[in-house]
């Protein structure tokens, strides 16, 4: 495995596109600049060689038995296949949820900062965006602000929360405590949890990712999961996800909608052979990259406390993504972008874009080559130390 090489992405790279041509290295949206792992290079080159694409038989049972052994391996959790489901992406499944668990005009929590399709999605299905911030100390540490969480919950008008776990993008992988008082809260207000734990997998040494259903198996009923072998195994370009659901009514309400309204029911013939050789053969891929996310983090802070003193920078639980507060060396956002874009040439997501809380950050993509990034932080240290009026 060479996470070092520099690989030569194509001109439908979501990531890079444009980036070449204006000289700008681009560490934003969450995939990797690494290569996949031969497993799923193999099966898909398996795939190719059979020179015929035509319809599967869609997600049997020998594909469903290898998610699910997946998730008892990595993490003692187990659930029947019967409840696994399948839509294309994590952001698609959630917004089916939505409609499936909600009406037009319902309260949807969510923790801000957060990954910012969850509102754009809320918003889309004519749904109202209730935000709680998180709890921000000085030292770049997030926690749940639970009694805002319970004010917010208790109301009648909200019928749910998105819970991000581990949590893009301020990179906490919550803990057993904590997901448990997320849990009562819940079940005390009769309200459902859609737990978004699409980065499980991407946890940094020393911390554990607890999937909340095993957390609560009493409330499991009422706890959707939205998993998916994309983000850790860098195939989202395969666009596929898994949905797992428990109670009757909510697999009834899928079926109908999702599979037999939709017609969405199974990931295309590559998604399959990707996301069955990613479950099955990639263990040895997954824990490797973990250790270079783990290792490229070092160098980022070390880095910044060397560099730019100033610069806080969250502790990463989990997630390839860093999250650090520049607002002492700028503190306007725009011309933050600005300084960014244009002077620095670096393409990070801003840190608005999460939510008001995110002003003045900037969230960084460390999952790519030690060159990439070392240039990355060279370009941000040398704009920032710039005096700019
Ligand atoms: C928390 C979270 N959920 C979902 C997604 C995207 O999932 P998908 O591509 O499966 O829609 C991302 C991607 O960055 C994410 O960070």
């Not at 998180?134 to 208790?154: T, V």
């Not at 959707?224 to 850790?232: N, Q, S």
Request: charged share 30%; net charge negative; glycine share 4%.
């Amino acid at each position: 495995m060479d996470f070092e090489e520099l690989i030569e992405r194509g001109e439908d790279s979501e990531k890079w596109q444009g980036a070449k041509a204006k000289d700008e290295l681009p560490l934003w949206v969450a995939d990797m600049d690494f290569a996949c792992s031969d497993a799923i290079i193999e099966a898909l080159r398996q795939r190719v060689d059979e020179r015929i694409y035509g319809y599967t038989n869609g997600m049997q049972e020998d594909y469903k038995q290898c998610v699910q052994a997946y998730y008892q391996r990595h993490f003692h959790w187990h659930f029947p296949i019967e409840d696994l489901f399948f839509s294309n992406g994590v952001v698609q499944g959630i917004s089916l949820l939505l409609q499936l668990l909600s009406n037009e005009g319902d309260g949807v929590l969510i923790q801000t900062p957060v990954y910012h399709p969850f509102r754009r999605q809320i918003e889309a299905n004519r749904r109202c965006c209730v935000t709680s911030s998180l709890i921000h100390h000085e030292d770049g540490r997030y926690e749940m602000n639970f009694a805002d969480l319970e004010e917010k919950m208790s109301r009648s008008t909200v019928a749910g929360m998105i819970l991000c776990s581990p949590h893009n993008p301020v990179g906490r992988v919550w803990k057993i405590e904590e997901l448990q008082r997320v849990c009562a809260i819940a079940k005390r207000y009769h309200k459902w949890i859609i737990s978004d734990e699409i980065h499980c997998d991407i946890i940094k040494e020393g911390y554990v990712h607890h999937p909340l259903e095993t957390i609560a198996p009493e409330y499991k009923e009422e706890i959707i999961t939205c998993v998916a072998p994309t983000k850790t195994f860098n195939i989202a370009g395969a666009e596929c996800s898994h949905i797992i659901l428990h109670k009757e009514e909510y697999k009834k309400r899928w079926k109908a909608f999702v599979i037999d309204q939709l017609c969405i029911s199974a990931p295309n013939c590559f998604a399959l052979s990707a996301s069955k050789a990613a479950h099955a053969n990639s263990d040895e891929w997954r824990a490797q990259m973990n250790q270079k996310i783990d290792e490229n983090e070092r160098y980022v802070r070390a880095f910044l406390q060397k560099e730019l003193p100033e610069a806080v920078l969250s502790p990463r639980e989990g997630t390839y993504l860093l999250w650090v507060d520049l607002s002492a060396y700028e503190k306007d956002p725009e011309r933050l972008q600005q300084r960014m874009r244009k002077h620095a040439r670096l393409h990070f997501n801003e840190g608005i874009m999460f939510g008001e809380e995110g002003a003045c950050f900037e969230r960084i993509n460390i999952a790519c080559p030690a060159s990439i990034l070392k240039e990355a932080c060279h370009r941000l240290a040398v704009e920032l130390k710039k005096e700019r009026v």
